[in-house]
């Protein structure tokens, strides 16, 4: 089973650059999520979807743009990158639960993204 | 928003030996999980366990909800088990799924 795929693995950019960071994930799962984690740091929430057409802020969204067309892929865009946002970023997805919440998460392997 | 603290922050264990891992958060969730981040940066879910008490192996855990604490449990501890352990909580009602910052393991052998 491939579970949740993210390409590139490794990226780098000069300031000012945009790119797009994929993900894309095969079992069906409604909730999709991107989170960026720095050095020696936890996972900080910057987009989710809980289904194609619909998605919200999380934690730190600045600087960061997202859209899902299908429930497959949940591609994370940069506009204008930035020093700042150098990180590991990563994609998960989840099953969604009843109530809110969602279900143990799945997640790539991560893109590890540095700006010049 | 709903905040999580974990503790401690490092820790190092002889082989062998057993450890406790906690997690505290500030509101009522309806979703924890437990996961290990490997030295090759991969995050593998160890548990889902909103409440209750799960094993898997040498690892166990246990949710309070009522008290809004989740304990993880590693026994005879193996160099493998090295890297780091993360909480993360939805709170109830939403869908943000929110990490502590984590509790660093070395086991040394």
């Known amino acids: 089973n491939a579970g949740v795929t993210q390409t590139p693995k490794f990226q780098v950019l000069k300031t000012g650059q945009s790119m797009t960071l994929q993900c894309a994930q095969d079992?069906?799962?409604?909730?999709m999520s991107w989170y960026r984690q720095d050095p020696g740091m936890g996972l900080r929430l910057i987009h989710y979807?809980?289904?194609?057409?619909?998605?919200d802020q999380g934690e730190v969204p600045n600087g960061y743009n997202v859209s899902r067309s299908t429930t497959e892929d949940f591609p994370l865009r940069l506009l204008s990158a930035a020093p700042s946002q150098t990180s590991v970023y990563f994609c998960?997805?989840?099953?969604?639960?009843?109530?809110?919440?969602?279900?143990?998460?799945?997640f790539g392997d991560g893109t590890r993204l540095s700006i010049l | 928003g709903i905040q999580v603290e974990q503790s401690p922050p490092d820790l190092i264990l002889q082989e062998g030996a057993n450890s406790t891992l906690r997690c505290n958060f500030s509101d009522s969730v309806n979703n924890l999980q437990w996961f290990h981040q490997n030295p090759w940066g991969q995050l593998i879910n160890l548990f889902y366990?909103?409440?209750g008490t799960k094993q898997n192996g040498r690892l166990s855990a246990t949710t309070v909800a009522t008290e809004r604490y989740s304990l993880l449990y590693i026994s005879s501890s193996q160099t493998t088990d090295s890297g780091v352990y993360f909480c993360?909580?939805?709170?109830?009602?939403?869908?943000?799924?929110?990490f502590g910052a984590g509790t660093r393991l070395f086991v040394k052998a």
């Open positions: 979807s809980v289904g194609a057409g619909i998605t």
């Open positions: 079992m069906n799962h409604e909730y």
């Open positions: 366990i909103p409440s």
């Open positions: 998960a997805s989840s099953r969604q639960g009843t109530g809110g919440g969602n279900q143990p998460q799945h």
């Open positions: 993360a909580v939805t709170n109830t009602g939403g869908f943000k799924t929110i």
